[in-house]
């Protein structure tokens, strides 16, 4: 549909969020008549989200802020079997106790984008072990089971790529997608959710619930899907040459959260900006103008506006500052990352590539001697040439502190303890 008419599928569509639809004009119709109720799954795989899930975050956050009632549905009953779509082996299976600890983690991040005291518009936190885990299993076959054909679930894209590479689906996994169907029928029983939105991979288990949904009864329910993003050098969203781009602070600072921002490659600024900022669409217009060194301030706008949205405006800017200190005036800024080291570690002297490690600036001894190899490596801003370095206490500096660099864009202040 080439002109939405309401005011949420035109800021999506405006934006780069919509992949596909189930009913372009009929979900116009809907958002532009009623308030509409829809939700977003997330299963707690880990302490954390990462980056590469803030585009679903956004989705929920436009969602209110067009006037409607974003759900933000915490998968405590299906964790424990495990999304297996596009994966080439099953998840490890979870304990109640780690699903649960899990949740109350990622919960934390949620309030920084959507208003759950807003009234009876209030964003909602539910968790669908409030249904799933008290189904009685042959009552759920019998009711719900029979509605679903296993020759179609076997046509999905997520199953048949993991069939066509010969690698085993569960009858565990298997279920998943009809228990996340289930979930998009429970969730309109309980609060009149209309819409379910996610990832374009979720398109199947998406279509799934609409199907089961029209099978038991309930008004005409619709799917939102949003691309599957990777940079433009075909990187997955989300990931960084470090591990994951966490977005809970005590998994990742807001610093590195700011520096991998700032980093994005020129061909995806204004892409990025439309989707993980709330700058005016006429502001965006007027940034993607720019190019030369001026798209490296474009770039620490990004970079500020996420992390601002995520960690606060103040840490942003601390984030902003810290990185103008140590890049343009070459200072040592106290806000940088910094790991301990006990002090009698220090004193009795270190091996550089064990400290690398230590710091994060390295997976491995080996990867380690690779960047000392390759001239990458600095302490105290002077060049390391010898992987066999060892640091002691004399390294640190009257500022009481050894900066540990590696390239010109990553620095920790390794502190003795």
């Known amino acids: 549909m080439s002109e939405f008419k309401s005011d949420f599928l035109r800021t999506l569509s405006e934006r780069g969020f919509i992949h596909q639809t189930s009913d372009d004009a009929g979900l116009d119709e809907l958002f532009r008549k009623e308030t509409v109720t829809a939700y977003i799954g997330f299963d707690p795989t880990a302490p954390s989200l990462h980056a590469g899930g803030l585009i679903q975050i956004m989705m929920l956050h436009w969602l209110q802020a067009t006037g409607h009632r974003p759900i933000s549905l915490m998968g405590g009953g299906t964790g424990m079997v495990g999304d297996p779509s596009f994966k080439d082996e099953a998840r490890q299976l979870m304990t109640v106790e780690t699903i649960e600890s899990n949740i109350a983690s990622i919960k934390r991040v949620f309030a920084n984008y959507l208003d759950y005291q807003k009234g009876p518009d209030a964003a909602l936190m539910i968790n669908n072990a409030e249904w799933l885990r008290s189904l009685n299993y042959l009552e759920f076959l019998r009711d719900v ?46 609060y009149g959710c209309r819409v379910q939105m996610g990832g374009s991979d979720q398109w199947g288990n998406i279509v799934n619930g609409i199907d089961l949904g029209h099978r038991m009864g309930t008004p005409q329910l619709y799917a939102l899907t949003s691309p599957l993003l990777t940079t433009a050098s075909g990187a997955k969203m989300g990931k960084s040459v470090n591990g994951a781009v966490w977005l809970n602070p005590d998994m990742l600072g807001p610093y590195e959260f700011w520096q991998y921002w700032r980093n994005t490659e020129d061909a995806d600024v204004t892409r990025f900006l439309k989707l993980y900022t709330t700058l005016p669409m006429s502001e965006i217009a007027r940034l993607s103008q720019l190019d030369g060194s001026e798209i490296n301030e474009v770039k620490k706008i990004l970079a500020t506006e996420v992390t601002a949205m995520l960690h606060g405006r103040p840490a942003a800017e601390q984030a902003a500052e810290t990185a103008r200190k140590t890049f343009e005036e070459g200072a040592l800024a106290e806000n940088l990352p910094s790991v301990d080291v006990p002090a009698a570690e220090l004193e009795a002297g270190l091996g550089l590539l064990t400290l690398m490690v230590r710091a994060g600036l390295a997976t491995s001894n080996g990867e380690a001697r690779r960047h000392v190899q390759g001239g990458a490596v600095r302490i105290n801003d002077q060049p390391v040439s010898d992987e066999r370095r060892i640091i002691g206490s004399a390294d640190v500096t009257g500022d009481g502190v050894i900066k540990l660099s590696l390239g010109k864009k990553k620095h920790m202040l390794v502190r003795p303890a």
């Open 145 to 190: 089971g029979r509605y679903f054909s296993v020759n179609r679930m076997l046509s999905f894209d997520s199953v048949k790529t993991r069939l066509e590479r010969e690698h085993s689906l569960s009858f565990l996994e298997f279920n998943y997608m009809i228990l996340q169907a289930y979930d998009f029928v429970e969730l309109n029983k309980r």
